[in-house]
C-alpha cells in the first residue's frame, strides 16, 4: 500500500449563492485546488466527487461525469461517492484508495452541494435518515438530534449553556474565516434566545442551509516534494458504518461510527487521541459537536459539556477543535462538508490559516459524519 | 497492487418487484452472494453499491448505511458510488482498488435499484443526462438513442432490421435465463410493428424499466482458492468520461468513453479485442449494443448492423455477446446492471451458466456505460 500525500487544497466561498450554479461552484473549487497544487489539469489522473442528493437539489444525477465535462478533464474515470453528510469524506478515501492501490497518480476528491435551489431542503435532506422507520414518522434532523441532546443533558448533566458555548466558539472561530457563511460572533444568550427548532435544539445550535464546494489534490507520498514544499501526509483513513436509524442504538449520546472509525484512524496512525493538535469535527447541531468529541477519545464520555465550558476546545484550548469555523459557522454545504474540512487541517498544518492559524502543529485530524452516525469517516494528516 | 479475485456472485430475480421493497431486494442479493462464497457475513470487510437514484426513486439517500444496517454489517465501511446506469461498474471498480490498495481483504460490491416506486421513471432517469442543455429543452433518453441511431444509419447504412436483430438475439439467450425480467423469443417482425418510442427506436428497442439487485464478492487473488475452487480473475478494471451532453461530442455514433475504457482495459490485461471470449455489453438501447461492439473493437466502426445481422454476436458465433439476455431482456435495474453483468460472466466463466452455457470460455468482459457515454466501465475477467 502506497503512502498519500496532499498537495493541493481548495474551498469557494460558503454561503447562499445565487448567482452561482452547481457546475460553477465545482469548477472553481477544483480550479483553484489545481493552481494551489502548482499542477495542470491535464496532471489529474481520476475524480471522486462527494455530493449527497443533486438528484434532489438540482434534480442532476451522473454529476462525476457532468463535472468532468464542465472542467475539461475528460476522458479520466469520474465518480461520485455517496453518504449523506459524509459524502465528502468519502470521496476523499475514496481518492486514497485509487492512490494507495496504485491505480493512479495524482488525484482530485472534491465534494460539493448546491442546497438553495429548492423552496424547502428538509425533506431532502431527510432523506439521509431511515424513511420508513423515521421520516414516515415525522422525524427530521433537527428532531432526532434534539433527542440525542435531550438524552445527554439527563445522562450527564450537560447544560443548556454548554450547548451553546459550542456554537459560539465555532463562530469566534469562523469570525476570522473569509470564506466561512456567517463570520460574525454570537453570544450564548443570543444562542439561547434564538428561535426553538426542536426543544431543546434553537436556530444557533444548528448548521446553516448552505452552497459550497471544496477540493483536494492527491499524489503519492513519495512524489510529494516534486509538487511542493508543504506536502501535508495521509497518516489515516477510516470509515465506519453504525444503524441509519437511531431506535436500533445501544445509546443515542455515543456514535459507534464514529467510535469505530476513530479506533481504526488511531491504530492506522500509531497515534492517540493526546497527539492530536487540531481537529475538525462534524457539528450539524451544537450537540454533534460534544458528542464528537467524546466518541474521538478526546474527553472522557460524558463531559464534554464542561470542558467546553472550560475552553480546552478554544483555539488556544488543549484541542482545539473546528478553527475554520465548524459546520455551524463555516457552514455546512453536505457533499462539501469533508472537503471543506480536509482543505482546513490542510493550511493549518501547512501555516497558511491566516487569522485564524493555530502555532506548533503537528496532527490533524477530520472527523465527518453522515445523518445521525449512519455513516463516520475520520482522517489523520501530519506535516 | 495486489490482484484481485471474485468469490462469490448474485442476481435477484430481475422484474416489477411489487412485493419487494428497496431493503429486501439489496439484501437477498448480498445473502446469496456471501452464500455463493461460502463466507459468513462477518468476513465482510467493506461493502461498496452502486445505486443511480434512491433519492428520487424511493426518497432514500444514504443507502450503504442503510443496507449495512438492514444486513447487520456494521461497522463495516460502506459506501454509495453513482455514475447512472453505470453505478454498478464503478461499485465493483470501487471494491477492486479497495482490495488492490490492501486497505481491504474480503469486500462486497453490489448493485440495486427500485424504479418501479415511481408513476413516471422517465423524469428519474433523466437526470443522467445534462439537465440544461438536454432535458430542459426536451430530450430524455429515448430521443438522444434515436438520434445517434438515425445519424449511425445515415453514415453506416446500417438498416433497422439490423437494430431489431440486436433484441431478438438477446430474448433468444434471456429465454435461458431464469433470472430474466422477459425471458420470451421475439422476432424482428414483432420489434418493426412495436409501439414507436423516438423514431426510428420501438418499444422493443428499449430497455424496460426494472427492479433487481445483484453482488460480488472479491478477495486478493492470492486468498482465492481458500474459498473457491472456481475462482474468477479480475484481468483489468477501466473507466473512463466522456461529454455528458451529446451536443459536444465530435462523433455521435463513438462513445469516446468505451472507447478510452476498453483501450486502458486491453493495455491492462495485455488482451486484444479478438482474446475475448464472451461480453455482456450495455445495450439500453438497440442501437447502444452495435455502438458497444464496434467501441470495443469487435467489429470494425460502422460494421456492427451487418456483424450482427450474420450472427457473430449469437451464443455460437465468433464473439457471443449477452448470454445473460442484457439489458433489453434480462432487464435494467440501473445500479445493479453493471453487477448483474459481472455475476452473469462469472457464471459463463466458472461453467454455471445452465442452459445459456457457452463452453469453452476463458476470457470475458463487461462494459457498463452511464447516461449516452458519460462514463464507462470496462471489466475484464478470466478463469
Redesign the interface.
Known amino acids: 500500500?502506497r503512502d498519500v500525500a496532499i498537495i493541493g487544497v481548495s474551498q469557494t466561498k460558503f454561503g447562499e449563492l445565487w448567482d452561482t450554479s452547481f457546475r460553477d461552484m465545482i469548477t472553481e473549487a477544483g480550479l483553484k485546488a489545481i493552481g494551489d497544487a502548482g499542477i495542470e489539469g491535464a496532471d489529474l489522473e481520476a475524480m471522486f466527487v462527494g455530493n449527497?442528493?443533486a438528484?434532489?437539489f438540482?434534480?442532476?444525477?451522473?454529476?462525476?461525469?457532468?463535472i468532468?465535462?464542465q472542467a475539461g478533464?475528460?476522458?479520466?474515470?469520474?465518480?461520485?461517492?455517496?453518504?449523506?453528510c459524509a459524502s465528502g469524506g468519502?470521496a476523499l478515501?475514496?481518492g486514497i484508495?485509487?492512490v494507495?492501490?496504485?491505480?493512479h497518480d495524482v488525484v482530485i476528491s472534491a465534494g460539493v452541494e448546491k442546497m438553495t435551489d429548492v423552496v424547502d431542503p428538509t425533506?431532502?435532506i431527510s432523506?439521509?435518515?431511515?424513511?420508513e422507520w423515521e421520516?414516515q414518522q415525522g422525524a427530521s434532523f433537527p428532531s432526532l438530534y434534539a433527542m440525542m441532546a435531550r438524552r445527554h443533558m439527563h445522562e450527564y448533566g450537560t447544560t443548556r449553556e454548554q450547548l451553546a458555548m459550542f456554537s459560539v466558539i465555532n463562530h469566534k472561530n469562523g469570525f476570522l474565516n473569509p470564506l466561512a457563511q456567517f463570520p460574525m460572533k454570537i453570544t450564548v444568550d443570543q444562542v439561547l434566545n434564538s428561535s426553538m427548532v426542536a426543544d431543546p435544539l434553537r436556530l444557533l445550535d444548528c448548521s446553516p442551509i448552505t452552497d459550497g464546494a471544496a477540493a483536494v489534490i492527491l499524489c503519492p507520498a513519495e512524489d510529494a516534494r516534486k509538487y511542493t514544499d508543504t506536502p501535508i501526509y495521509v497518516k489515516a483513513?477510516?470509515?465506519?458504518?453504525?444503524?441509519?436509524?437511531l431506535h436500533?442504538r445501544r445509546d443515542i449520546t455515543t456514535i459507534?461510527?464514529t467510535v469505530?472509525a476513530a479506533r481504526m484512524a488511531y491504530k492506522m496512525a500509531g497515534l492517540k487521541p493526546q497527539d492530536i493538535d487540531v481537529a475538525e469535527v462534524h457539528d450539524c447541531f451544537s450537540i454533534n459537536g460534544l458528542l464528537a468529541i467524546e466518541d474521538l477519545g478526546f474527553v472522557e464520555k460524558g463531559k464534554a459539556g464542561p470542558a467546553v465550558e472550560d475552553g480546552i476546545t478554544e483555539r488556544d484550548g488543549k484541542i482545539p477543535i473546528n478553527p475554520s469555523g465548524g459546520l455551524k459557522s463555516r457552514g455546512h454545504p453536505l457533499g462539501a462538508t469533508g472537503i471543506a474540512q480536509t482543505a482546513e487541517i490542510v493550511w493549518q498544518l501547512r501555516g497558511e490559516a491566516g487569522k485564524r492559524q493555530i502555532n506548533g502543529l503537528e496532527i490533524g485530524m477530520t472527523h465527518n459524519i453522515?445523518?445521525t452516525g449512519?455513516?463516520a469517516a475520520v482522517h489523520i494528516f501530519s506535516n
Chains 1, 2 share one sequence.
Do not use: F, K, W
Not at 58 to 66: C, F, K, P, R, W
Not at 73 to 84: D, F, G, H, Q
Not at 127 to 131: E, F, G, H, M, V
Not at 237 to 245: H, L, N, W
Open positions: 500500500m449527497m442528493s438528484g434532489l438540482v434534480e442532476q444525477e451522473h454529476i462525476a461525469s457532468l468532468a465535462d478533464l475528460n476522458p479520466i474515470p469520474c465518480t461520485r461517492v455517496e453518504a449523506a468519502l478515501r475514496s484508495m485509487a494507495a492501490s496504485g491505480y425533506p431532502v432523506t439521509a435518515a431511515d424513511q421520516v483513513s477510516a470509515q465506519a458504518s453504525g444503524t441509519i436509524g436500533e459507534d461510527a469505530h453522515g445523518g449512519g455513516t
